[in-house]
């Protein structure tokens, strides 16, 4: 990060490194954030689970039953699937 300090314009705007940095870590955190939701919408509509529940019930039911972990499980680094 000292390196995109030193490259900071004078008037004020990201560089393209900065703008770059801060998008692909909010995608991150916003892929993190939702990815649960995304997984119990896709169980829900493939009869993984109890239809007549809503998502957040399902969430709650797979964290209680197997812990956090399910609910990442399809995750995958790196972007698409191969």
Known sequence: MLTLAS???????LTAAEAFIFGAVGRAVATIITFPGQRANVMAKAGGGDNSKGLVSMLLEVYRKD?????????QVGGHPR
């Not at 490259?7 to 705007?13: E, H, N, P, V």
């Open 7 to 13: 490259q900071r314009r004078a008037d004020g705007l």
């Open 67 to 75: 812990g956090i972990g399910p609910l990442y499980s399809g995750m």
